[in-house]
C-alpha cells in the first residue's frame, strides 16, 4: 500500500522500476486534497529490489522496496 499526504495535486504518477531501470509497473490516479492512498499489486514481480517513484507534477518521492 502506497499512501503520502504530500503529494496533493489532481493526478499522481506511480512507476515502479528494477534496478536495471525497467519499468514494471506504472498508472496515473487521481489524488484528493488529503493525499494518496493506494493498494497496488506486485506478486508477479521476482524478488528483488525496487525503485516507487510517487509524482504530482510539482513534487516527486522515492522509495527503495524489497520483494523477497
Given at each position: 500500500t502506497?499512501?503520502?499526504s504530500k503529494l496533493t495535486?489532481?493526478?499522481?504518477?506511480i512507476r515502479v522500476?528494477?534496478?536495471l531501470g525497467n519499468v514494471v509497473y506504472a498508472e496515473?490516479?487521481?489524488c484528493s486534497n488529503a493525499g494518496l492512498l493506494?493498494?497496488?499489486?506486485?506478486s508477479h514481480l521476482p524478488s528483488g529490489i525496487y525503485l516507487?517513484?510517487?509524482s504530482?507534477?510539482?513534487q516527486q518521492q522515492?522509495?527503495?522496496i524489497v520483494i523477497r
Open positions: 502506497l499512501s503520502s495535486g489532481a493526478e499522481v504518477s522500476t528494477s534496478l496515473k490516479i487521481s493506494k493498494t497496488i499489486d506486485l516507487v517513484s510517487l504530482d507534477g510539482l522515492n522509495q527503495r
